[in-house]
C-alpha cells in the first residue's frame, strides 16, 4: 500500500483541517473523499473564504434568491 505523507500526520497526533468551504464539495462527496484518503477531521473558514465561494459559482444563487427583496 503506498503512503499516503498527509495521513500520516496523523501518527503524530496531529490534525488536518481544510483550510476553505464551498458548498460543491459537500454535495459532490469531494469533501467526504477527502476525509477518508487524507484523515481530514475539520473544515474552517471565515467570512471572506465565503464571500469568495459566493461569488465565484452559481452553488448558492437559489438560495440567495429565495431570501432576496425584489
Do not use: C, H
Not at 503506498?2 to 460543491?24: C, G, H, P
Not at 473558514?45 to 432576496?68: C, L
Request: aromatic fraction near 10%.
Amino acid at each position: 500500500m503506498k503512503s499516503n505523507k498527509v495521513k500520516d500526520i496523523t501518527r503524530l497526533d496531529q490534525r488536518i483541517w481544510l483550510d476553505f468551504f464551498e458548498r460543491r464539495i459537500l454535495n459532490n462527496g469531494e469533501l467526504e473523499s477527502m476525509m477518508a484518503e487524507y484523515a481530514l477531521t475539520g473544515v474552517t473558514s471565515n467570512p471572506s473564504i465565503f464571500e469568495k465561494a459566493i461569488s465565484s459559482n452559481t452553488d448558492y444563487d437559489a438560495d440567495i434568491a429565495k431570501f432576496s427583496i425584489p
